[in-house]
């Protein structure tokens, strides 16, 4: 769809994966695992581009 829409929802809540993320990775680090800890963090990102029909798009997840 190529249609851009002015409206939105707006939401209210809590990051719970932001937060138990950032608990996991600080676990990690006390413990001295900080390889895995810089791994943990690149797959966790939250936008992730894909490809589809030609066209890029940013997926904020």
Known sequence: DDTYL???ISTIGVDFV????S????LILI????DYASS???LL???????????????QI
């Open 6 to 8: 002015e409206s939105y």
């Open 18 to 21: 932001s937060i138990a993320t």
């Open 23 to 26: 608990a996991i990775i600080v």
């Open 31 to 34: 413990v001295g695992c900080i």
């Open 40 to 42: 943990f963090i690149l």
């Open 45 to 59: 990102q939250k936008i992730r581009t894909i490809e589809q029909d030609g066209k890029t798009i940013k997926l």
